[in-house]
C-alpha cells in the first residue's frame, strides 16, 4: 500500500475529525504549492483575497461562499497548527457526547456565526480587514463540550490534570484581553464561535438540535447531485423448480470476512489507525473499495 492509499483509508476511517483536519491542512499547503510555482512563472495571484471573509457586507455579492470559506483557510504555519492541535482535542472530546454529524453542523454554524458578527462589529466601527481561519468553529465545538460537561478531567502534558473548564476559561481570558490588539476581528470571532456552541448546547438539552439544518442540506444537495441507477426493462421467466440454497462455504467465507473486519475495527479504537499492521490495513483498503 503506497502513502496515498494509506491517506485514503486513514480519512475514510478517520471519521469526521480526522476528515475536517484532512480539509485544513489540504486547504492550506496544496494552494500555497501551487501558486508558489506560478509565482516562479511570474504569475502573481493572491487567492486569499477570494476565500477570505470581508468585513464589508457589500462582498458577500461576489463571494457568498466566503462565509464559510474562511473557515478552512490560514493565514500562517502556527495559525494552522495552533488550530489542529486544539481541533483534534474539543472535537474528539465532543464525539465522546455526541455525533459527527452534530460534530460537522456545529462546526459549520459557528463558522457562519462568528462570520456575521464578525461583520457586524466591523462594519459599525468602519473598518476593512479580510479574515481567514478555523478559530471561531473551533472555539464553538471547545466551549459546547465544556457546557456540557465543564468537569470533565483532562490530562495535560507538564501540568498534569485539570478540569476542562479551566482549559476553556483560560483561552476565553486570553481572547478578551486582546481585544483591542491588531487582531481585534479574529478575537471577536472567537468569542462570537464561544457563544454560539453555548447556545448550542442549551437549545440541545432543550430539544432542539440547530445541526439538523446543516444534515438535511448536505443530505439534499448529496441526493441532488448523486446519480439515480437506471435498470432496464427486463422480461421476467417464472421459475417453477426450486430454489437452490447458496452453499455453506459462500456464508462461511463472508461471516470470517466480517469477523476479521470488526476485530480490526476494534483494534483502531483501543490502540489507534497506527498499531494496525501492513496486511491488516491492505485488507481494509480493498473492502472499502
Known amino acids: 500500500m503506497n502513502i496515498i492509499d494509506d491517506l485514503k483509508l486513514q480519512y475514510k476511517m478517520g471519521g469526521i475529525v480526522t476528515q475536517l483536519l484532512f480539509w485544513n491542512v489540504a486547504l492550506f499547503v496544496l494552494p500555497w504549492l501551487f501558486f508558489a510555482l506560478l509565482s516562479v512563472l511570474s504569475v502573481h495571484i493572491d487567492y486569499v483575497q477570494y476565500v477570505s471573509l470581508s468585513s464589508n457586507p457589500l462582498d458577500l455579492l461576489w463571494k457568498p461562499w466566503s ?56 462594519y459599525v466601527l468602519n473598518i476593512n480587514a479580510p479574515m481567514v ?66 447556545i448550542f448546547i442549551k437549545l440541545l438539552q432543550n430539544g432542539t438540535d440547530l445541526s439538523t439544518v446543516v444534515s438535511r442540506s448536505l443530505d439534499f444537495f448529496t441526493n441532488l447531485f448523486r446519480k439515480k441507477p437506471t435498470t432496464p426493462f427486463k422480461k421476467v421467466h417464472k421459475n417453477y423448480r426450486k430454489p437452490v440454497e447458496k452453499t455453506a462455504s459462500k456464508i462461511i467465507e463472508k461471516d470470517k470476512a466480517q469477523q476479521q473486519i470488526d476485530e480490526i475495527l476494534d483494534k483502531i479504537s483501543q490502540s489507534g489507525y497506527d498499531s494496525l499492521t501492513k496486511e491488516e490495513k491492505e485488507f481494509l483498503f480493498k473492502v472499502g473499495k
Open 67 to 122: 462565509l464559510l470559506s474562511y473557515a478552512f483557510f490560514h493565514s500562517g504555519i502556527m495559525h494552522i497548527v495552533f488550530n489542529m492541535i486544539v481541533l483534534n482535542f474539543s472535537g474528539r472530546l465532543f464525539l465522546t457526547f455526541f455525533t459527527s454529524k452534530q460534530l460537522l453542523g456545529l462546526y459549520l454554524l459557528s463558522a457562519i456565526f462568528a462570520g456575521i458578527c464578525y461583520i457586524l462589529v466591523f
Open 133 to 198: 481561519g478555523a478559530s471561531a468553529a473551533i472555539m464553538g465545538i471547545l466551549v459546547a463540550v465544556t457546557t456540557y460537561y465543564p468537569l470533565m478531567s483532562v490530562q495535560l502534558l507538564i501540568i498534569g490534570n485539570v478540569k476542562l473548564w479551566h482549559i476553556t476559561a483560560v483561552i476565553i481570558i486570553i481572547d478578551l484581553m486582546q481585544l483591542r490588539s491588531e487582531n481585534m476581528g479574529g478575537h471577536i470571532s472567537h468569542l462570537s464561535g464561544a457563544l454560539f456552541g453555548f
